[in-house]
């Protein structure tokens, strides 16, 4: 993906990034998740310009700190922490049991943002005994999409093919339908690509071809695509920028936790805000809907292809003092066990 090759240090400093600012994005939009673009102009600023604590009754993050993540960063630790012990063999249901483990823990923590819907019944169905490779026929929302980052870490973008089965092994547990899965392909590619020094351009160029190869072996059935709306939303986000981009993409792209609408709005805002990672995350906070997972896909995007600086140093050390991650081990594991 690139003619200079980077080196280890740079591939974790770069992996680092992805996983900072993963948690950056969504940390920004842990308190505007879930409300709408009104809501958030309202209670906030029209565009975030930091972290925010969320209200006492609030319907998913209630009364948590400023800074404080959500799932999309827990689970993606989660997936790169079975990705480090399984390098050989993905163990699918290893992995289930890590989230149903997750998920009762964040019951006893008395939080309300746990399992989203795809991956609660897909989990149900692997507890009754039903095959993984069956459980998440239809899982068509974010949660893939939302915690792949560890996937594009582990990947070198030189072998397209075995980045995309790696992000269907791990994916199809709990969303195995084509939307879900290109979503999280075209994700987890761009962050390969920007871990091996790609340019935004090669990086876009990279993910459609990813998430083409995941399409093609799906019949057509004359809807659009996620490549279709991923290219659409490119060209929103080289036209608009601050809070008309803001509105333009609620409008012609969406904001829900449909896959469908929150990848597109990711690469939307990434490409507005293309060398400044954390005006991308405030814009991805400010949208309203999905805010977390917008942000946290945004984010981890922006990580790989611009590095550390991208972000604020002092917005990496609250999310990582208020929520004790250890992210530049993760980073180093990650990128050891790089394939």
Known sequence: MTDVPSTIDDREDRAYATLAGLAVGDALGMPTQSLTREQIEEEFEPVLETFHASRPDHPFAAGLAAGTVTDDTEQALILAQELVVSREHFDARGYA?????????????????????????????????????????????????????PVGIVCDSADVGGLVELVLEVSALTHNTEVALSGAVAVAAMISAGIDGASLDDGIRY?????????????????????????????????????????????????????VESVPAAFAVLVANRDDGWMACRIAASLGGDTDTIGAITGAMSGALRGPATFPPWAIEKVQAVNRLELTRVARELVRARR
């Open 97 to 149: 049991r890590r989230l149903v483990e997750w998920e009762q823990d964040v019951a006893r923590r008395g939080l309300l943002d746990l399992l989203g819907p795809s991956t609660k019944q897909a989990l149900e169905n692997i507890e009754a005994g039903m095959d993984p490779e069956e459980s998440g026929r239809g899982g068509s929302t974010n949660g893939a999409a939302m915690r792949v980052a």
């Open 207 to 259: 993910s459609l071809e990813a998430t083409k190869l995941v399409e093609s072996r799906y019949p057509a059935d004359g809807s659009f695509r996620i490549s279709d709306r991923i290219e659409r939303a490119v060209v929103i986000g080289r036209q608009f920028k601050g809070s008309e981009l803001i509105d333009v993409v609620g409008r012609d792209i969406g904001t829900s936790l449909a896959t």
